[in-house]
T-cell receptor, first 117, second 114 residues
């Protein structure tokens, strides 16, 4: 499966600021996703990062708050903008559909633990 | 969209016993069903998955069964060990020529007592 490097692993940010999270994959992958995991909760999909076009956002998530870039098939960023304490969460990138392998699995990055103060 | 319900939310067993976690899904287009194990402070790790053309899949002490007609699938862990203690998530996805998004269940906290 793909190896994902996600950074930063954690950050403490002031309210009103923004945090950009990076996800780098060691092979070209078809699909990249961004999830949020609030404390003690399940994973909620924020958006699908589309290479060369705008991300596809899930209900309740908007581009102004969570802008996403995906310049190529191995890299994506998620920005969490205008931070408030409610944004304190773990953010995870995920990939699936490796183009070089017949692999139907989805792999997760190590996550970014964001605390907003 | 897809909705995945997972039960129970917590499960406590004695070492050596079996554990069963059940999930139901709503979207008949879903055809890929993975299970993830998440230990405290770590990323979810895929432990087993099943596609809709298969009714059961087994990997050592772990098995998954799928009933597409009833839209439910289950995770079975036999001979549980303390290291099986973790949060388990089921998920569902439509997969055709491209990879669909995963929708997760709410999670089950499994505790295996020595």
């Amino acid at each position: 499966s793909a190896v994902i490097s996600q950074k930063p692993s954690r950050d403490i940010c002031q309210r009103g600021t923004s945090l950009t999270i990076q996800c780098q994959v060691d092979s070209q992958v078809t699909m990249m996703f961004w999830y949020r995991q609030q404390p003690g909760q399940s994973l909620t999909l924020i958006a699908t990062a589309n290479q060369g076009s705008e991300a596809t956002y899930e209900s309740g998530f908007v581009i102004d708050k969570f802008p996403i870039s995906r310049p190529n098939l191995t890299f994506s960023t998620l920005t969490v903008s205008n931070l408030s304490p409610e944004d304190s969460s773990i953010y995870l990138c995920s990939v699936g559909g490796e183009s070089s392998k017949a692999n139907y699995g989805y792999t997760f990055g190590s996550g970014t633990r964001l605390t907003v103060v | 969209g897809e909705n995945v319900e997972q039960h129970p939310s917590t499960l406590s067993v004695q070492e050596g016993d079996s554990a069963v976690i059940k999930c139901t899904y709503s979207d008949s287009a879903s055809n890929y069903f993975p299970w993830y194990k998440q230990e405290l402070g770590k990323r979810p790790q895929l432990i087993i998955d099943i596609r809709s053309n298969v009714g059961e899949k087994k990997d050592q002490r772990i098995a998954v069964t799928l009933n597409k007609t009833a839209k439910h699938f289950s995770l079975h862990i036999t001979e549980t060990q303390p290291e099986d203690s973790a949060v388990y998530f089921c998920a569902a996805s439509p997969q055709g020529t491209s990879y669909g998004k995963l929708t997760f269940g709410q999670g089950t906290i499994l505790t295996v007592h020595p």
